[in-house]
């Protein structure tokens, strides 16, 4: 709910609101009771180097959440996963895939370019290298690898694994099923993404349309966070020929923050329940400035590129499930001594995360460690 505020401070957002905002878009203040394709065209895709990463952050945001929901997405080709924001791979509705991956190709061509496969290709007749490579691959699906292996046999000087990278970022390459499943998986096997679904590439590829859609998800935010979590360069050219549709703020920094109007900006008092989060989650990475999620320097280093714990809000823990002979065991490192109400919170929600990654374990335990020391608590 948006509290009225005296008009000398309503321009103004602390780090609080920030971070509430931010929950709250990301459907962490409340789980949704969304479809899981509504949830991940809201949430503009779901971080997704880790196959079953997306299947948490789902887990995590929406009321009621069935891991076959979201695998009968990719199976039926509804969903795909790719190479998408900052070149990483990313879980999207196939809407996404055609609109998205073209505005993301100059984010592809620099990473690619800065890298040693791009280096290792110089030379190389880029148009003859991609035709090869869309033409093998829309042939068979195929691992990097083997599409390395193919590649040389037509120009055998050359390094097939850097070859085989050069398509996978100048051509839009998804992964298929078994990959990404949530209880099969497999190897990460390729093939087009016009091929796959069966639909050209959006041509339009000014960025507009995706910043907007990146300031409802994860907004109020600068031009750098939205930089940092794109990818792409020079946005505040396209952030001036947005700003007549947006409404402006100022941070406790002082920097201009950018938002849509009309979009949820809780209090700043506002409850946020415990939540656990899988690794590279974007509710961590979408900001270059990371403070309205990590409360300090400290959890900050620990906590990127791990399983996290939002406690009141931030960033405070990060979090490792075992499941063996029957027993499910989550264990809460947390960054700074938890009280008793909090511990008690962190307690019951992991225990339902256990339920969701072990349904058939017959013990579920959560156990605290901080600085070495352990302390146990169970619920059966």
């Not at 505020?5 to 969304?34: C, I």
């Not at 945001?61 to 199976?75: H, I, T, Y």
């Not at 995706?210 to 940092?228: E, H, I, K, S, W």
Request: hydrophobic letters at 40%; charged letters at 30%.
């Amino acid at each position: 709910m948006n509290r009225a505020v005296p008009a000398g401070a309503r321009d103004r957002m602390s780090r609080d609101a920030l971070n509430r905002a931010l929950l709250e878009r990301q459907f962490l203040l409340r789980r949704r009771k969304l479809s899981v394709g509504d949830a991940v065209q809201r949430l503009v895709g779901l971080q997704a180097q880790t196959p079953r990463s997306p299947y948490l952050s789902l887990w995590t945001r929406l009321a009621p959440f069935s891991p076959e929901g979201l695998a009968a997405l990719l199976r039926g080709r509804r969903a795909v996963r790719l190479s998408l924001m900052r070149s990483t791979i990313h879980l999207v509705t196939a809407r996404d895939c055609l609109a998205l991956r073209p505005v993301l190709q100059s984010v592809m061509d620099r990473q690619l370019r800065h890298s040693s496969f791009g280096r290792n290709i110089a030379g190389v007749d880029v148009d003859a290298l991609v035709d090869a490579g869309r033409r093998l691959l829309e042939e068979e699906p195929r691992t990097l690898a083997d599409l390395g292996v193919a590649l040389r046999k037509r120009w055998p000087n050359r390094d097939g694994t850097s070859l085989a990278y050069a398509i996978r970022n100048l051509v839009p390459l998804v992964q298929i099923p078994p990959r990404g499943l949530w209880d099969t998986g497999g190897a990460a096997v390729h093939t087009t993404a016009e091929g796959w679904l069966g639909r050209p590439l959006d041509s339009n590829a000014a960025p507009d349309d995706m910043v907007l859609r990146y300031l409802a998800a994860f907004g109020p935010a600068t031009t750098r966070d939205v930089q940092n979590w794109s990818g792409l360069t020079r946005l505040q050219e396209v952030i001036d020929r947005l700003r007549p549709r947006l409404r402006t703020f100022r941070d406790d920094d002082d920097r201009e923050l950018f938002d849509l109007p009309r979009a949820p900006r809780p209090d700043a008092g506002t409850p946020a329940p415990p939540r656990f989060l899988p690794d590279f989650d974007n509710v961590v990475l979408g900001h270059a400035d990371r403070s309205r999620i990590f409360p300090d320097d400290g959890s900050r280093a620990a906590g990127i590129g791990r399983p996290t714990v939002l406690v009141r809000g931030y960033v405070r823990a990060t979090w490792e499930a075992a499941v063996r002979d029957g027993s499910a065991t989550l264990t809460v490192a947390a960054f700074e001594r938890l009280t008793r109400q909090d511990r008690s919170a962190v307690i019951d929600e992991g225990i339902r995360l256990l339920g969701f990654l072990s349904p058939d374990a017959r013990d579920r335990e959560v156990r605290f460690t901080s600085n070495g020391a352990s302390r146990n608590r169970s619920r059966a």
